[in-house]
């Protein structure tokens, strides 16, 4: 069948669908367009630069904030792989990983570095993503980078300081700290040289204490130059107290000869920041010749905080010096101390015993005299000479050397001799006792025997020294409660253990009024054994406590100080024996220690007590509160 000519409706039919084609067709462009110029929008509105590339690697787009970044435009860049912008020893590894990525079909992300146009380095991160049709099929590959070279040179410099605090510790000596800091600044700031350079204020030069070189052989030139104040740039830091950085020498560099001479390379650039010690400058810290880029803001920032740790040292090992030398100075005087109070005690105790015995002998032929009141002033003399006498047993506790030089040369001396003196004696006195006695004081003074611990059950020891020297305070009236629990023994040689004993009770007994208490105890206590006294007297000011195992520290105020006979009440101790307490706690292995509450009537030194319970009560309120002064001295050996 004939196929019959479209009618004129059905032409204007056609039409019609036609131009509805047309107008959607036309609306479709027109969103694309729209959504294309929207993304370009997008791209050129990002902070970021951003990169596009056809499958072939060439750029055919580039947004303006890579420009900004990297100052190369779109025209300069259009077509070509950009190998402009990319360190030639890096091109290779982009075109690697891309191939890579292709195949896998994931995201590229990366750090690296790239060129600005002005011949700049920048460290970015980089991201690779690729574009795709509506097939899947991809079309273009966008880059989009980052610059992080500040967050990572704060980063370098963040850890540099970090490594720099931490090394602190571990260079006590200046000379290599400040060689380990030379070496971190060259490395942060990728520089040639980095110098310490010190200022001699009498001299008005510049000396090195310390450089990092690229060449060893320079560095060691460089460390023993001085170079005058106005022969440096540094000089002009010095002066102004502010830090410089000088792009470029050249203009200075006719001024500045000499020093590049003696220094042994060109000076071209340069980072100076003074070294601040309070309210002066002791010199300049450098950095010389950058090898990238040039001298900023940052680099300004990171040096002047490493020159705070600088100065800071360098001041630190001055005062570390000058303390040495006080140290050593101290030690010499303290040596001489010793030798003087040594050679003083052994110059007491022979006229001493002279005395006593001069005494002795004057109170026998005395006895003849009807009169019998030279007693009082002989035992009032024997009383205060044995008293000297004590003192100076303290005090050769106290300063004794083990086994000093001149003690064995004396004893070894006196030993050959001493059979000739006893017979030189016997030729004149007859054998007898005085010979003895004679040769028994030789012996115990010049050949003193090395005490040997042993093991001393401390309860026994302390009930039998307590029996004896109740006998010499039976005059007090004073409430002492023993309590001596059996316990571990102590190893202790026991004439240094009688010593302290009766030192402890003794200063007890003296520092309690009558009527007080005393309480004298000995028990297990920790893995080992205690000893325990404890007076309900004056108690110790907390100044004095302080000083209390210092040696000759009266806790009585100077001007009511006297010296009464052993046992009274404010006797008036020699403040020597808790000294030698805490050297017998070094020597044999013990603690000691002390606590103390002065009395709420007497809170001073100055303040005196009248002695007794009975006589504070009336001198007080009439509702007494009672003494509550309380002084606890406490001797621990170990099991």
């Known amino acids: 069948m004939k196929q019959s000519d479209p009618t004129y409706q059905d032409l204007e039919n056609r039409i019609q669908d036609l131009e509805e084609q047309l107008t959607s067709l036309q609306s479709c462009t027109d969103d694309a367009l729209s959504a294309r110029n929207a993304y370009q929008g997008f791209l050129e509105f990002l902070p970021y630069p951003v990169l596009v590339r056809d499958l072939n690697e060439k750029i055919t787009y580039l947004n303006p904030a890579f420009t900004r970044t990297f100052k190369w435009t779109l025209d300069e860049l259009e077509g070509t792989q950009g190998k402009q912008y990319v360190p030639p020893y890096l091109r290779t590894q982009l075109n690697t990983k891309i191939k890579a990525m292709l195949n896998s079909d994931s995201d590229l992300r990366m750090s690296t570095r790239?060129?600005?146009?002005?011949?700049?380095?920048?460290?970015?991160?980089?991201?690779?993503?690729?574009?795709?049709?509506?097939?899947?099929?991809?079309?273009?590959?966008?880059?989009?980078?980052?610059?992080?070279?500040?967050?990572?040179?704060?980063?370098?410099?963040?850890?540099?300081?970090?490594?720099?605090?931490?090394?602190?510790?571990?260079?006590p000596e200046l000379p290599k700290l400040l060689s380990y800091i030379t070496m971190e600044i060259k490395d942060l700031l990728k520089v040639q040289v980095a110098n310490v350079v010190l200022l001699d204020e009498t001299s008005e030069e510049f000396y090195f204490l310390s450089s990092a070189h690229d060449d060893p052989y320079t560095q060691k030139k460089i460390e023993k130059l001085r170079l005058s104040v106005d022969d440096m740039i540094s000089g002009q830091v010095l002066k102004t107290g502010k830090p410089m950085i000088v792009i470029e020498t050249s203009d200075l560099s006719r001024s500045y000869q000499l020093r590049d001479q003696k220094l042994g390379y060109e000076v071209k650039n340069v980072l100076l920041v003074p070294l601040r010690i309070q309210d002066r400058i002791i010199g300049v810290l450098t950095a010389d010749n950058k090898k990238e880029g040039q001298f900023d803001q940052t680099d300004l920032e990171t040096l002047s905080t490493i020159a705070g740790t600088v100065a800071l040292s360098i001041e630190n090992a001055r005062v570390n010096e000058e303390l040495r030398k006080t140290y050593e100075d101290l030690k010499a005087l303290n040596s001489a101390k010793d030798k003087m109070i040594n050679h003083l005690s052994h110059e007491l105790k022979t006229p001493l015993a002279i005395m006593l015995s001069s005494v002795s002998v004057l109170s026998r032929r005395l006895e003849t005299l009807p009169d019998r009141h030279w007693e009082q002033t002989l035992d009032r003399i024997k009383r205060n000479l044995k008293r000297i006498l004590e003192i100076q047993y303290e005090v050769d506790d106290i300063v004794k050397q083990k086994n000093p030089l001149h003690r064995n040369v004396f004893s070894l001396v006196l030993e050959q001799c001493a059979d000739e003196i006893a017979s030189l004696v016997a030729e004149h006195t007859g054998e007898g006792e005085v010979v003895q006695k004679v040769r028994g004081v030789i012996e115990d003074t010049f050949f003193p025997k090395d005490l040997e611990s042993e093991n001393i059950e401390l309860d026994r020891f302390v009930h039998e020294r307590l029996q004896i020297l109740e006998k010499q305070f039976t005059h007090r009236r004073l409430d002492i409660t023993p309590r001596l629990e059996p316990s571990f023994p102590v190893k202790i040689p026991a004439e240094p253990l009688r010593k302290m004993i009766d030192g402890l009770i003794r200063n007890a007994v003296e520092n309690t009024p009558d009527g007080g208490d005393i309480v004298i105890r000995v028990a297990p206590q920790e893995q080992g054994t205690g000893f325990i006294i404890t007076d309900h007297g004056t108690g110790i000011t907390p100044d004095a406590q302080k000083h209390i195992f210092e040696g000759f520290l009266s806790t009585q105020d100077t001007l009511q100080y006297s010296s009464k006979r052993p046992f009274d009440f404010n006797a008036g101790g020699k403040g020597a024996d808790l000294l030698r307490m805490k050297i017998f706690s070094e020597r044999y292995n013990f603690k000691i220690g002390l606590s103390s509450t002065r009395c709420r009537h007497i809170p001073e030194n100055a303040d005196s007590c009248p002695g007794s319970t009975e006589q504070c009560r009336q001198l007080s309120l009439p509702n007494w509160p009672g003494c509550n002064g309380t002084t606890t001295v406490t001797l621990w050996f170990p099991a």
């Open 114 to 171: 790239r060129l600005t146009k002005d011949g700049r380095t920048l460290k970015v991160a980089l991201r690779v993503g690729i574009q795709k049709d509506r097939n899947g099929s991809p079309t273009s590959l966008i880059t989009v980078l980052r610059d992080i070279t500040m967050e990572d040179r704060i980063d370098k410099n963040r850890e540099a300081m970090n490594r720099i605090s931490m090394a602190l510790p571990q260079y």
